[in-house]
């Protein structure tokens, strides 16, 4: 169907002259760490590893390869996936394919194997079992509406499921699966559509691919309950997920003692929405679109302490008056990325284009990308720079570390769906997919 090199590898030798160009112009914000990153890739592209660790010319990739994501193995390793292929008219759809790089050669992008199923397979999560991991994702092959199916992959890279198999079917949307290992099982939650509103659904998952009874984890008379996210903590699996309808907030659940709390009352939220958790701390963040145009970009926090079961309290600082949502401090969040300030003022404006979260062993990292807009010339109004930003926060206190976002890329052309990898020892590496000069999307990668 597809031509599959054997390797793909995507160094992030972001084009020279995108970086070149953030280097001039955000100089007073990048300082020293633009030079530590230039130094990391020229690191990279040596004359030893060149045989390897030299990106795959695009020409010899035929289709598009976008939504990069991967989990640490726990090994010294990180398993990726990603999609080849478009589903847009007069293409043929995507494939998903299926890699692996290490610790060391984080750069290498290893293909492991290329899941070659009809129609569209979107969402994709893995969670790192005994001997083998789960990738599970949202299926559009019945042609009408999405299922949940999943695929085992065993740590020697084989695909032990090449069509994957049935999790959550029938009527309805079954959508936004996640997945987590408990030590002896997975556990797979996602939204499902009954009629009127979306519920919370789960159900267990065996080595042998056996999938258990479904279990409601999740239901409001009045809300839709969506975009579920299972972590792990110290004191057991926590469910997070959005409610949205008469009032938009956002849920916590232990399933340990099936006891659910409101994190955020009515905050006004809205957009996409991901947490990641250092083992206490649970950071949560959106991005939200405001603004009569739709021109003020926001990326917010929560961090939820699953000890005392509540939310951390926020530096004041952190917490501030903004325009269009409400009036006064608002307790217990951070505006990670305020899009009510002046446009001129923040350098960059317009949508997010992706936000993703991440915990490096020390501190919580959001990721985000953005635009800038032109003030003037033939193309006034349209993007003429694309960014992707980053700021660390204090786990235990939601300060910021650091008093600007960083911008660690810059480019001309677009910059699509910003996704963290972390070791949790303090090596990040950011994936992302851009476009080339003709127009063809492919992944990059940076090494922090």
């Known amino acids: 169907m597809r031509h599959v090199p054997k390797t793909l590898i995507c160094v992030v030798v972001v084009l020279a002259g995108g970086l070149v160009f953030g280097a001039a112009k955000y100089s007073d914000r990048i300082g020293g760490e633009f030079d530590f990153l230039v130094r990391s890739h020229l690191a990279i592209l040596q004359p030893a590893d060149a045989a390897s660790d030299t990106q795959v010319a695009r020409s010899a990739i035929p289709e598009d390869e976008t939504r990069p994501y991967g989990v640490y193995d726990g090994r010294g390793?990180?398993?990726?996936?990603?999609?080849?292929?478009?589903?847009?008219?007069?293409?043929?759809?995507?494939?998903?394919?299926?890699?692996?790089?290490?610790?060391?050669?984080?750069?290498?992008?290893?293909?492991?194997?290329?899941?070659?199923i009809a129609d569209a397979q979107e969402e994709t999560v893995i969670a790192v079992g005994r001997g083998q991991q789960l990738i599970v994702w949202q299926d559009l092959r019945n042609g009408k509406d999405y299922d949940v199916y999943g695929a085992r992959l065993s740590d020697d890279g084989r695909v032990l499921d090449p069509n994957g198999f049935l999790i959550a079917g029938g009527a309805g949307n079954q959508v936004s699966p996640t997945v987590i290992f408990n030590g002896t099982e997975y556990l797979v939650a996602w939204s499902h559509f009954e009629g009127v509103?979306?519920?919370i659904r789960s159900a267990k998952v065996s080595l042998a691919a056996q999938v258990s009874s479904v279990t409601l984890e999740a239901a409001s008379n009045d809300q839709h309950g969506l975009r579920p996210i299972l972590l792990k903590a110290g004191n057991g699996i926590w469910l997070f997920w959005a409610e949205a309808r008469s009032t938009n907030r956002l849920m916590a659940k232990q399933l340990s003692t099936g006891q659910s709390f409101p994190i955020a009352p009515d905050p006004g939220f809205g957009g996409k929405f991901v947490a990641v958790s250092d083992g206490r701390y649970v950071l949560l963040a959106l991005s939200i679109v405001q603004g009569k145009f739709y021109d003020h970009a926001d990326v917010l926090g929560i961090i939820w302490d699953t000890e005392k079961r509540s939310t951390v309290p926020i530096d004041p600082a952190t917490s501030k008056t903004f325009n269009r949502i409400g009036s006064g401090a608002r307790p217990g969040i951070m505006w990670i990325e305020d899009g009510s300030e002046s446009p001129r003022k923040r350098a960059f404006d317009g949508n997010i284009r992706g936000l993703n979260v991440a915990w490096d062993g020390k501190s919580f990292i959001a990721v985000w990308s953005t635009v800038i807009f032109s003030e003037s010339g033939p193309a006034a109004g349209r993007a003429s720079n694309h960014l992707i930003l980053t700021r660390r926060i204090d786990t235990a206190t939601g300060g910021f570390l650091g008093q600007e976002p960083k911008v660690v890329v810059q480019s001309k052309q677009p910059l699509r769906a910003p996704f963290l990898l972390s070791d949790g020892k303090g090596q990040v590496i950011l994936l992302y997919d851009t476009e080339n000069e003709q127009g063809k999307k492919l992944i990059q990668s940076l090494v922090f």
């Open 77 to 116: 390793g990180y398993l990726l996936s990603w999609l080849r292929g478009s589903n847009y008219a007069g293409y043929d759809g995507t494939d998903q394919i299926l890699g692996r790089s290490s610790v060391s050669r984080p750069a290498a992008m290893e293909t492991l194997a290329t899941l070659r």
């Open 197 to 199: 509103k979306y519920i």
